[in-house]
């Protein structure tokens, strides 16, 4: 396996996450709708234990990355029996949210809806989503693509401290620590 292939499994490995943590999601919101506050507490239980999970492996594909810069073997082994996955470099990456999200909470008064937020960023990034992006999920047609990655990149930004942890569901609200890393340039 090549440097690029394990790059890619990282990358599957990090869609398998997120559709399971889609699922509990749902499981969660449904505990909640019919009362059942014993399990959708621990729906997110789950949910708070996968996402530092996911931090683990974005910190080990990092990690992985950086151990082999400049380094690219020859060899190339296929994946076999595994459906084709969206190949890296196809869709946005994470990171490319960060500004956007930061910017749409500042134009929005510092807090806002998730929708009302995903709707400016959309805006913003007008130029730079593509038709990749646009698509839905393959393990959940209800969900575009660049709307699931915007919500990791919320989730990501919320745990370094840039948006507020303790927002009512629903809510993103930039922090303190976030409005300074977008004034200073550093998202």
């Known amino acids: ?4 292939e394990v790059h890619i499994a990282f990358e599957i490995l990090l869609e398998e996450i997120e559709q399971v943590a889609n699922s509990i999601n749902d499981a969660g919101a449904e505990a909640f709708q019919k009362g059942a506050y014993d399990e959708a507490r621990r729906m997110i239980e789950i949910a708070t234990r996968l996402a530092e999970f996911r931090e683990r492996v974005k ?11 400049g380094y690219a073997p020859e060899s190339k082994m296929r994946r076999r029996g595994r459906p084709e996955r969206l190949k890296r470099g196809l869709r946005t990456s994470e990171d490319a949210f960060r500004r956007p999200i930061l910017e749409a909470l500042v134009e929005l008064g510092g807090r806002a809806e998730m929708s009302k937020v995903l709707d400016l960023v959309e805006k913003k990034m007008e130029g730079i989503l593509n038709d990749y992006d646009r698509q839905p999920l393959p393990s959940d047609r209800k969900t575009i693509r660049w709307r699931n990655t915007a919500q990791w990149c919320r989730n990501t930004m919320v745990q370094e401290g840039l948006l507020k942890s303790d927002s009512p569901r629903g809510i993103w609200e930039i922090s303190e620590r976030g409005r300074k890393a977008l004034q200073e340039g550093s998202v």
């Open 1 to 4: 396996m090549d440097r690029n």
């Open 59 to 69: 910190a080990l594909q990092n990690e992985w990355r950086n151990v082999f810069t």
